[in-house]
């Protein structure tokens, strides 16, 4: 893990603690209080505060641990080089319980109590959505780490970008070409009956029957599901392929049930990582996906051909070649989504320095600078690899890996081109007035 | 009549102080108390039949998401403005709430509980179901520019906090006149002996129907309201979790007091937007301090204000 | 999959559901007919009984059977033992008073989550069962010639599923010896009678609550241990069974085991056999609407006596 020591990042308890001082007379009336939430000034020069709603509870926790490793680890190396414009980054976390109203409530609490310069960090959708339109309305730029379609499809607005991680859309779209050139052409879809699962349906299967192949059937499971052997009998017979995505605490119990259902004859099997993601895949049950496709945004394991920027990531953050925690083996990461936080954290930075950003004043300067990007090559600051940035749509494009499980270890075994995951855009956030 | 008129005097200055907060408060907490009153006007809903009418509801989300998915989806779909979206709102509130209290109402009790609860999960699940144009867990955005009402612009901080301040101002007034009414005073003659009121000779049936469609009918108002007021509209808010809120709100605040669910909202807010400054597992906490008043305000705030200090508190 | 095996295979799986289910329920159903309280910590107690049986199995190695067994024995007395200190510092302090123990149980149940949270994560994990054998199941088949046996596609269950329901079946009966036959069971059901008399005879009603409260929470805790090699143990996995067993018991009569043993199976079966004939959404649409209608029609549960 990295030396937590140096890490700038215990405003949060210094200012509660004073708080909670200071509003000895009753917890409820402090928080009233005008100026006590505030912030005195400590350092002579003033850091930039990027504002970080994080999952801590909720269903989101498991990936939000991980979103704060990656975090830490990144601005920890960030300010060792000098930070941003001379000036060093403070991370002000907040829990947003992976629920949008707590999400709005934190984006509020970053605009106007915590005086961050910038928010950051959000995965699940939903709190994606409730937090925007308060992002839009305080004019407080908003880098979600989502894999939403959201920010690409209009429906947020021009504070919200998504620089650091691709959208569900292009994802599942460049998976089409793959399973039907090398797994089958007759697909079952199982996928949780809510938005991200339906973004899967409705993609994947307009993708794949423009080249030729058939979704026999579609399954959506309810979320809160927690036994799934009854649904599988659904699966026609005549399979030639599994899709799987699940995502949530069950995930490992989906995978198992549905390798016991099948027993020895099962089809080709293909998976997005989110169904795994935080979860070993040397679990006892899970033998049988040996031989099976994942999608991962980013390979959980240390390839053959591993980059220099993947190790020096992956050493940074603290994750050994497993994909786990260096000092807990047991502790797997969000490997496929966390790079997120790192590459957006460094767009932040570089949009920070191409507008010579100064502070609130200058958040629209710094959304036009994000804007104005396109390419970014794979480098230490996007280790997941390279991109390509719509300045248009607010989200960014890039490879999609597919890994084969081989002897409980997921190898790469096709790349995606960039090429293969843009779609025509469907919004012009530019033409929006801030 | 003496009694109505004390009553009322004192919301409204309740409602004065609430605008004069605005003025002195800092930013955020004056967006703090924009939202709370809205959830406020959510409790005092729930109270009313909780309260007052001793109904333990249990599917209270219910009516709030109707409320909200009736604007949301009706600007969304149909595209109507803000103003006719509130109409949809609340003739939804309004139907869902007369159905269900019609169905509810044939139990009593923990079987009352229970069927508030299936409906509203189902009503969950049907959100769900119906992803196609609710976007199911996910949601969707109001776009700030369609949120404008009257010419008035909702998504600016003053015109948001007032337009909370009058959904809660009317929703005080009228609660207050509801329950110094003869209406009222039977309800909490129905919440004490059902079989005395009955005896006496009123409706109770229909008492209990009307309070059920009134609560309902302001729980959908706030529900509309927050979609409005914030721009978002998602299922999570007709979870179990946003039908137990309500009900903590109130009983932390004070059942069957006016003011209680106002207090306990506020109360509830910052419990937990201070403690989760000290913690990461703030609701532990929050968890720590419910149990403390249990144990040493069992009335709730305002409950335990009006017993020792104030007792012509409404 | 062709009808019959389909229904066959999610039968089985509700049977899994139900014996679980039914554990659960039993151990809520005892708190609230004797004490009279709705206890919403319950869940969290189940939640409690899967993170100590994944604790216990990882720092024993070894067989996964030796884990399993020692958290078996082990998981119901700590958390029973949780429930008792929980009685004892609040729940008797307000004198079981209905709404204020709703509240105080809700503080129990963000308390125990949240502190699962920080010591245990945020992860879902897994505990190995003691066996788990894919077991194929046949089918028949009319034919020309009379039956014949087949083995469909993906019919099949594991060893460790059916024991899960013997186990269920086996601990109901014993609960229920324990019940009727046993002096504290007897005493345990006078005070639920009577609560007053149980008083006036000497009957130490503070500690049959301690130990009712902490039975019930025990019985949660040993449904979570038979269930966690299936699903996995999670800090949030408490509120659906706290919320189906919460159903179970209103909709099999207050109080009532016998009432809530059916209602168990009933609830736990129909999410199966339903999910048969409607896509998954609509089949949870449809029976959480029976619930509620079979409520509509008789507010007292099943087996309840009607009060006035």
């Excluded at chain 2, 978002?232 to 946003?242: E, H, I, K, L």
């Excluded at chain 3, 596609?153 to 024991?163: D, R």
Aim: glycine residues 10%; hydrophobic residues 50%; negative net charge.
């Amino acid at each position: 893990m990295a030396d937590k020591k140096n890490s700038p990042v215990n405003v949060n308890r210094r200012t509660a603690l004073k708080t909670l001082a200071a509003g000895a007379g009753g917890v409820a009336a402090s928080g009233l209080l005008p100026g006590l939430g505030g912030y005195s000034q400590v350092h002579s020069a003033e850091p930039i505060k990027i504002g970080f709603q994080v999952h801590r509870t909720g269903i989101g926790a498991a990936y939000g641990r991980w979103y704060d490793r990656t975090t830490q680890a990144c601005v920890e190396k960030i300010n060792a080089a000098g930070g941003i414009n001379g000036r060093m980054i403070e991370i002000v976390a907040e829990d947003d319980g992976t629920d949008p109203k707590r999400g709005a409530e934190v984006v509020e609490k970053f605009a106007s109590q915590h005086n961050c310069d910038v928010s950051f960090g959000t995965l699940f959708s939903h709190v994606v959505y409730g937090s925007a339109p308060r992002a839009g309305e305080l004019k407080m730029p908003y880098f979600v780490v989502s894999e939403g379609h959201h920010v690409a499809s209009g429906a947020l607005n021009r504070y919200t970008l998504q620089p650091g991680i691709t959208d569900v859309k292009s994802q599942v779209e460049a998976m089409a070409p793959f399973i039907s050139e090398n797994l089958g052409k007759k697909v079952t879809m199982i996928f949780p009956d809510f938005a991200f699962g339906h973004d899967h349906r409705d993609y994947f299967s307009a993708a794949f029957e423009a080249r030729g192949g058939t979704i026999l059937e579609k399954i959506a499971i309810p979320p809160t599901e927690t036994s799934f052997t009854k649904y599988f009998p659904k699966i026609p017979r005549d399979t030639e392929v599994i899709y799987h995505v699940m995502v949530g605490p069950a995930v490992l119990t989906f995978v198992k049930e549905m390798g016991e259902f099948f027993g020895p004859s099962k089809p080709e099997i293909f998976g997005f990582i989110d169904s795994l993601e935080a979860v070993d895949i040397a679990s006892p049950g899970l033998e049988f996906l040996d031989g099976t496709y994942f999608w991962e945004g980013n390979p959980r394991y240390a390839q053959e051909e591993q980059s220099e920027f993947d190790t020096a990531y992956r050493e940074a953050v603290g994750v050994d070649e497993n994909g786990a925690s260096v000092s807990d083996a047991k502790d797997v990461s969000t490997y496929a989504h966390m790079f997120g936080c790192w590459e957006t954290l460094h767009i932040i930075k570089r949009g920070m320095e191409a507008a010579d950003y100064k502070g609130p004043a200058d958040r629209t300067k710094l959304i036009e600078a994000v804007e104005a990007m396109s390419d970014m090559p794979h480098s230490f600051e996007h280790p997941q690899g390279a991109k390509l940035f719509n300045g248009k749509t607010h989200q960014t494009f890039g490879h999609q890996y597919i890994s084969k499980v081989t002897d409980g270890k997921l190898v790469l075994a096709h790349t995606t081109s960039i090429e293969d995951t843009l779609y025509e855009d469907e919004v012009d956030y530019t033409a929006q007035s801030f | 009549m003496k009694d109505q008129l004390r009553t009322s005097l004192f919301h409204l200055l309740i409602i004065g102080l609430m605008a004069g907060l605005y003025f002195t408060l800092p930013e955020y907490h004056s967006g703090v108390l924009a939202r709370a009153m809205v959830l406020a006007v959510y409790a005092m809903g729930y109270n009313l039949l909780f309260g007052y009418t001793g109904l333990l509801s249990l599917g209270h989300a219910l009516f709030f998401a109707t409320g909200m998915y009736g604007l949301g989806l009706a600007m969304q779909h149909l595209d109507v403005g803000a103003s006719t979206g509130i109409v949809f709102g609340l003739i939804a509130a309004l139907v869902i709430s007369t159905v269900i209290g019609f169905l509810a109402l044939r139990t009593t009790g923990v079987a009352f509980m229970i069927v508030t609860l299936m409906f509203a999960q189902a009503g969950y699940l049907i959100i769900l179901w119906m992803g196609e144009y609710t976007r199911g867990d996910e949601g969707f955005a109001i776009q700030a520019s369609e949120r404008v009402l009257a010419g008035i612009d909702l998504s600016q901080p003053d015109n948001r906090y007032f337009a909370a301040l009058v959904l809660f101002g009317i929703s005080l007034l009228l609660i207050g006149w509801v329950v110094r009414s003869g209406f009222g005073k039977t309800l909490v003659a129905i919440r004490e002996n059902e079989e005395r009121a009955r005896m006496l000779g009123y409706n109770v049936h229909r008492h209990k129907w009307v309070a059920v469609i009134i609560s309902g009918v302001l729980s959908g108002a706030a529900g509309a309201a927050y979609a409005l007021l914030f721009g978002y509209v998602g299922a999570t808010f007709a979870t179990v979790q946003y039908s137990i809120f309500p009900l903590l709100y109130v009983l932390l605040g004070g059942a069957g007091t006016t003011l209680g669910p106002l207090v306990g909202t506020v109360f509830m807010y910052y419990l937990i937007d201070l403690s989760s400054q000290v913690t990461s597992a703030y609701l532990l906490i929050a968890g720590v301090a419910l149990i403390l008043l249990t144990l040493f305000a069992p009335q709730g705030i305002i409950g335990e204000l009006r017993k020792r200090v104030f007792p012509w508190l409404p | 999959m062709e009808f019959g095996p389909h229904f066959f295979l999610a039968s089985l799986e509700g049977a899994v559901n139900a014996a679980v289910l039914a554990l659960m329920a039993v151990g809520l159903s005892i708190v609230f007919g004797i004490m009279r309280v709705v206890n919403v910590a319950h869940g969290e107690f189940f939640m409690l009984g899967a993170v100590i049986a994944w604790w216990i199995s990882s720092l024993v190695g070894g067989h996964p059977a030796i884990g399993f067994v020692l958290a078996l024995l082990a998981a119901p007395l700590i958390v029973g033992a949780i429930a008792v200190a929980a009685d004892h510092f609040v729940l008797r302090r307000i004198n079981y008073d209905p709404e204020r123990t709703i509240v105080a149980t809700i503080g129990l149940l963000y308390v125990i989550q949240q502190t699962t949270l920080m010591t245990f994560g945020p992860e879902a994990r897994p505990v190995e069962a003691p066996f788990n054998t894919r077991l194929a199941l046949p089918w028949f088949e009319k034919t020309a010639d009379g039956f014949s046996m087949y083995w469909p596609w993906g019919l099949s269950t594991t060893s460790y599923k059916l024991a899960v329901i013997a186990a269920a079946v086996v601990i109901l009966i014993a609960l229920w010896l324990f019940m009727t036959r046993t002096k504290i069971g007897l005493i345990m059901r006078a005070t639920q009678l009577d609560r007053e008399m149980a008083l006036t005879h000497g009957i130490p009603v503070d500690r049959v609550y301690a130990m009712v409260f902490g039975l019930g929470a025990g019985i949660a805790a040993l449904a979570a241990v038979l269930i966690v090699p299936i699903q996995q143990a999670h800090y949030l996995m408490g509120g659906d069974p706290l919320l189906l067993s919460f159903i179970v018991v209103i909709i099999g009569g207050l109080g009532s085991i016998p009432g809530t043993i059916i209602a168990a199976l009933l609830i736990g079966m129909s999410d199966g056999i339903i999910s048969v004939f409607f896509s998954p959404t609509v089949a949870k649409i449809i029976a959480t609407l029976l619930v509620a209608f079979v409520l509509i029609f008789r507010p007292q549960g099943l087996l309840g006596k009607r009060i006035a």
